[in-house]
């Protein structure tokens, strides 16, 4: 009888583990939907408000980064002291009410106001879900779990480019904010009145109060740890890379291949849902399995799919044909996510359980400010300067200006391998 409850109670915990998960899943998707709607309708919006290539980089990059970065790490020290669940429902809330509120802007500084108030809503997000990710699974299938997660990236693109590319096409781009932004309110109740908030610690095996330490001790311990150090430039780099590419694939292949933003969103969608979501699930998937073999093969994979990316990506963005645009452009769609639930999963088995939730949050405002703030805002820079010359190909320039950025982000990503690996033969 004994056996049986035990077995039972471990059925009912790996059920209410996977349905967190699922729901947490769900809140990620939405948040991309709302992050990323905005690139797939730049180009009727710059119309709109007759904008520069400047303009709709800060609008989609910078603004967003600097908000949702900076404001991440206060809303993790309080995750870090007090319910998540009811944090990350909150948050949810926030941002869907202000992407709904998008859909109002009658002038440009208007758009701006309502896009940072989707990024002040997002900050409160990311950083609690890690956290409780990595107290609901073991170290040897958090990669998995945290590449489950990270297709929250793939799906909210793939819905976010589908509806905002439809449905501007249908009644514009101001409805496709509010068709958008109203389901997540929805998942905001979900979240706040089925989800249990689980134990500190859980799948460390800890039972005792675990105190959050200060600040700054986070972020000296992270400083002091050559590891974290590559793993940080890496992620920077290599996301700095994939959101400019996200954000501009969209105008890239509307203004130079002559592409509607439905047809533009439809392709896109399934490429880098469909394509990206398995890319980023095998990701974590390997990278739980070849760590049997060593740890450091945790972040090869990352760096194996990055040499498939950079011949794929140059071909995209040299292709005159629209056919052959679109079909090396598979490369980066279907790569361009390996490292997201990788590279979580590797920071969350580095970090101890009082500071998960705040290295998290260091971490994407290392991400964010520079991949996502710098991206998109170098991109449309470098398009501009070279409009002159290039004329509607300067944005060819910026595109290929990533594939320098993801080269970079490579080399220390293996860096990054070969220090775990060292690590793991020094606590043998």
């Given at each position: 009888m004994i056996d049986n409850y035990v077995v039972d109670i471990k059925t009912q915990?790996?059920?209410?583990?996977?349905?967190?998960?699922?729901?947490?899943?769900?809140?990620?998707?939405?948040?991309?939907?709302?992050?990323?709607?905005?690139?797939?309708?730049?180009?009727?919006?710059?119309?709109?408000?007759?904008?520069?290539?400047?303009?709709?980089?800060?609008?989609?990059?910078?603004?967003?980064?600097?908000?949702?970065?900076?404001?991440?790490?206060?809303?993790?020290?309080?995750?870090?002291?007090?319910?998540?669940?009811?944090?990350?429902?909150?948050?949810?809330?926030?941002?869907?009410?202000?992407?709904?509120?998008?859909?109002?802007?009658?002038?440009?500084?208007?758009?701006?106001?309502?896009?940072?108030?989707?990024?002040?809503?997002?900050?409160?997000?990311?950083?609690?879900?890690?956290?409780?990710?990595?107290?609901?699974?073991?170290?040897?299938?958090?990669?998995?779990?945290?590449?489950?997660?990270?297709?929250?990236?793939?799906?909210?693109?793939?819905?976010?480019?589908?509806?905002?590319?439809?449905?501007?096409?249908?009644?514009?781009?101001?409805?496709?904010?509010?068709?958008?932004?109203?389901?997540?309110?929805?998942?905001?109740?979900?979240?706040?009145?089925?989800?249990k908030e689980p134990p500190r610690g859980l799948s460390d095996g800890l039972t005792s109060e675990i105190k959050p330490p200060p600040f700054f001790l986070v972020v000296k311990t992270m400083w002091r740890d050559n590891r974290i150090r590559q793993l940080l430039l890496s992620n920077s780099l290599i996301s700095m890379a994939g959101y400019a590419a996200i954000a501009w694939a969209p105008v890239y292949f509307q203004r130079i291949h002559g592409f509607s933003t439905s047809e533009s969103g439809t392709?896109?969608?399934?490429?880098?849902?469909?394509?990206?979501?398995?890319?980023?699930?095998?990701?974590?998937?390997?990278?739980?399995?070849?760590?049997?073999?060593?740890?450091?093969?945790?972040?090869?994979?990352?760096?194996?799919?990055?040499?498939?990316?950079?011949?794929?990506?140059?071909?995209?963005?040299?292709?005159?044909?629209?056919?052959?645009?679109?079909?090396?452009?598979?490369?980066p769609a279907a790569l361009g996510g390996v490292y997201i639930g990788v590279n979580f999963a590797i920071l969350q088995s580095l970090a101890a359980v009082e500071m998960r939730a705040v290295m998290a949050s260091i971490n994407l405002f290392v991400l964010n400010i520079i991949g996502l703030g710098l991206g998109a805002f170098s991109v449309g820079l470098i398009s501009d300067l070279m409009s002159d010359t290039a004329g509607v190909d300067s944005l060819r320039y910026g595109l290929i200006f990533t594939l320098l950025l993801m080269l970079w982000g490579g080399i220390h990503q293996t860096r990054l391998g070969f220090l775990l690996n060292k690590s793991q033969e020094l606590s043998r």
């Open positions: 915990n790996r059920r209410q583990r996977g349905y967190t998960l699922f729901l947490l899943l769900l809140v990620f998707i939405a948040s991309h939907i709302d992050r990323q709607i905005v690139a797939i309708l730049q180009e009727p919006i710059r119309i709109a408000f007759d904008l520069t290539d400047t303009q709709l980089g800060i609008l989609t990059g910078f603004a967003f980064a600097l908000f949702y970065a900076t404001l991440g790490m206060p809303m993790a020290m309080w995750a870090d002291r007090r319910n998540r669940r009811n944090l990350i429902a909150f948050s949810i809330s926030l941002w869907s009410a202000m992407t709904v509120a998008c859909a109002a802007a009658g002038q440009y500084w208007q758009l701006l106001a309502a896009r940072i108030g989707v990024a002040v809503g997002e900050a409160g997000s990311n950083p609690p879900s890690h956290s409780i990710i990595a107290d609901l699974y073991e170290p040897a299938e958090r990669a998995t779990a945290m590449a489950i997660f990270g297709l929250g990236v793939n799906f909210g693109i793939m819905f976010g480019f589908l509806i905002g590319g439809w449905v501007n096409d249908w009644v514009g781009w101001r409805w496709a904010f509010v068709i958008a932004g109203a389901p997540g309110l929805l998942i905001a109740l979900a979240v706040r009145f089925t989800m392709f896109l969608a399934l490429g880098i849902g469909l394509g990206g979501g398995l890319g980023t699930f095998l990701g974590g998937a390997l990278a739980d399995k070849l760590s049997k073999i060593s740890e450091g093969w945790r972040a090869w994979i990352v760096s194996f799919s990055i040499l498939g990316y950079l011949p794929a990506g140059l071909l995209c963005y040299q292709s005159v044909d629209p056919f052959w645009a679109i079909f090396w452009f598979t490369g």
